[in-house]
Every structure is written in structure tokens, then in C-alpha cells.
């Protein structure tokens, strides 16, 4: 569900490589980047350039990933979002609460 692109000394790129982020696949998606965090100890950046939906469910998983991150001290960023699902993420204010960028060179110079 989850592929690493890149392992730097800060942080980690990965990219989500499902279509529809849904209920189905939350739970796997939450588990397998908080054992990420867990292993590698580094920011996330999370790589959205497949996903063309996303539900509330996977919503949640995302949100309880950036609790896990915050208790370590870490962050998660996120990616290379589609406008449909960016625009969901801006109605419901969770820009307000991650820290998103058009593409990976854009977070990279931020980090």
C-alpha cells in the first residue's frame, strides 16, 4: 500500500500507492506509517500524486498518524495532492492542521 521513494537523514518520502484511500485500506495505511515512525524516527512526507479519492475513514487514519508523530517529536507532511482531495482537506480546515505542498521539492526546501 505504501512504498518508500526516499530515505534521507531528516526524513522519509513515501507515496500512497492506492487510488481510493478509503475504509478498506485506513487501517493498513495507519499501521504501516506509524511503524514507520516507530523505526525510522523521521519526518514523513507523504506522496498523494495517486490518490483520486479519499474518504473520512483514511481521513482519521491520517490524523491519528500526525498524533503518533507529534508524540515523537516528528511531523508528517503531506504531498502532491490531486485538487479534489486537496480541496476536501481545505473545507474540512485539516490544511490548518498538516503542513502540504505541491510536490516534494517544495516540502523537501521546507523541511
Do not use: W
Not at 479519499?54 to 482519521?60: R, T, V, Y
Not at 480541496?87 to 510536490?103: M, P, Q
Amino acid at each position: 500500500m505504501i512504498k518508500i521513494l526516499k530515505d534521507t537523514p531528516g526524513h522519509l518520502l513515501i507515496e500512497i500507492e492506492i487510488s481510493e484511500a478509503n475504509l478498506d485500506n485506513s487501517d493498513l495505511f495507519k499501521t504501516q506509517v506509524t511503524e514507520l515512525l516507530d523505526r525510522h524516527k523521521k519526518n514523513i512526507v507523504i506522496d498523494f500524486n495517486r490518490v483520486e479519492y479519499i474518504d473520512s475513514s483514511f481521513l482519521g487514519s491520517l490524523v491519528a498518524i500526525l498524533k503518533h508523530a507529534m508524540a515523537q517529536k516528528l511531523d508528517v507532511i503531506l504531498t502532491a495532492m490531486r485538487p479534489d482531495v486537496y480541496e476536501l482537506l481545505l473545507l474540512i480546515r485539516l490544511d490548518k492542521v498538516f503542513k502540504i505542498y505541491g510536490d516534494y521539492q517544495e516540502a523537501a526546501s521546507a523541511i
